[in-house]
């Protein structure tokens, strides 16, 4: 039997910024990847990190009491977690979405009432800018640093793929909307059978390259440089969009869905993935809370349920579809024609 009902749960989510600023600050000091060295005592470690002796103590006892930080006498050390997702000098690094997350959309979010009145991005379009995309294509560096941030954040759902498909029963793939191209090095370094192609705009070439040959794919992955507003996509036996068609409005949708289905042969098949909503909408908050980002960032992007996107999917053609749960908010619709 329950006990008397109380505010906690509300208190706790309406402050959540709290906590999710000072673990921000925390990765965007370094603080996890200072500590991958060791534990280190007080003393020194807020002496090196530049933490004012006023704060210094109750920012890292805080992000010991969050779960992020462990602490024997007064010597700190990471946890098994962020030691893992949080180093910046393993490939398991997950923080570059939070550092994007941090410099961008913390901001940004500060506008959400604002956007869910008047359903217009709250981002730097706001005042005139260009869209994220422009402005990260347009900067070689900012745009291999969101590449990367985005392997971060997809790999365990681009291992799953690579793992749960039944790839045996085909010989290539392209990726589309690729970036710096894990989900097709996850693929292939799981099934050497197969070769893919990453397929997106001519300025992800060089990073995806270095990307491949760094993971040791180069000699069965190749990139198309395209744009697929305006070309055809490449034909092959699998498509893949891992989120992609979230980033566009529903008119968008359908035609990259039905592009996917000209470029495949009979049998072939299509995968989407993203935090798909549940069919419900009652469950996923985080897939729900992607879409309201999605608002904050775009001009008609939303994030949408499995049932959604089978429905699209038939409406272009395929004959049969199926949802299947990733990693954690994470599925795969697949669809084959």
């Given amino acids: 039997m329950s006990g008397p009902i109380n505010p906690g749960k509300i208190l706790q989510t309406g402050m959540a910024f709290w906590a ?3 673990l921000l600050s925390a990765i965007e000091m370094g603080l996890f990847t200072e500590l ?3 534990p280190e005592e007080f003393s020194s470690l807020s002496g090196r990190m530049g933490l004012h002796p006023r704060s210094a103590r109750d920012f890292l006892d805080a992000l010991v009491a969050l779960g992020f930080l462990d602490r024997i006498g007064s010597a700190y050390s990471n946890t098994p977690e962020t030691a893992l997702f949080l180093d910046k000098r393993k490939p398991s690094y997950v923080g570059g979405i939070l550092e994007m997350a941090n410099h961008r959309l913390y901001g940004h979010w500060g506008n959400l009432t604002e956007g869910l009145r008047t359903g217009l991005p709250q981002n730097e379009t706001k005042h005139g800018g260009e869209g994220v995309f422009e402005t990260l294509y347009a900067d070689p560096a900012r745009l291999k640093q969101f590449l990367s941030a985005m392997t971060g954040a997809s790999r365990g759902a681009n291992m799953a793929i690579a793992g749960k498909f ?3 029963d085909y010989s290539n793939f392209v990726d589309v909307g690729t970036a710096q ?8 370094l799981a099934n050497p059978h197969l070769s893919g192609i990453g397929f997106d705009l001519p300025e992800v070439a060089p990073i995806f390259e270095e990307y491949s040959e760094a993971m040791g794919t180069s000699g069965r992955l190749s990139f198309q440089a395209g744009d697929f507003f305006k070309e055809d996509l490449p034909k092959a036996d699998v498509i893949l969009m891992g989120h992609i068609l979230h980033d566009w ?5 359908k035609m990259l869905v039905r592009k996917a289905y000209e470029a495949l042969p009979e049998g072939g098949a299509f995968i989407v993935y993203e935090a798909l909503i549940d069919d419900g909408r009652s469950e996923n908050a985080f897939g729900l809370l992607m879409s309201l980002n999605m608002l904050i960032e775009t001009p ?4 949408f349920t499995g049932a959604d996107c089978s429905s699209w999917m038939k409406e272009a053609g395929f004959k049969e579809t199926q949802v299947v749960h990733l990693v954690g908010p994470d599925s795969m619709v697949v669809a084959v024609k």
């Fill in 20 to 22: 999710s600023k000072t």
């Fill in 36 to 38: 991958s060295k060791g």
């Fill in 166 to 168: 039944s790839w045996k």
């Fill in 181 to 188: 191209g894990d989900l097709a090095v996850q693929i292939s």
């Fill in 249 to 253: 409005d529903l008119p968008t949708k």
């Fill in 300 to 303: 008609g992007g939303f994030d």
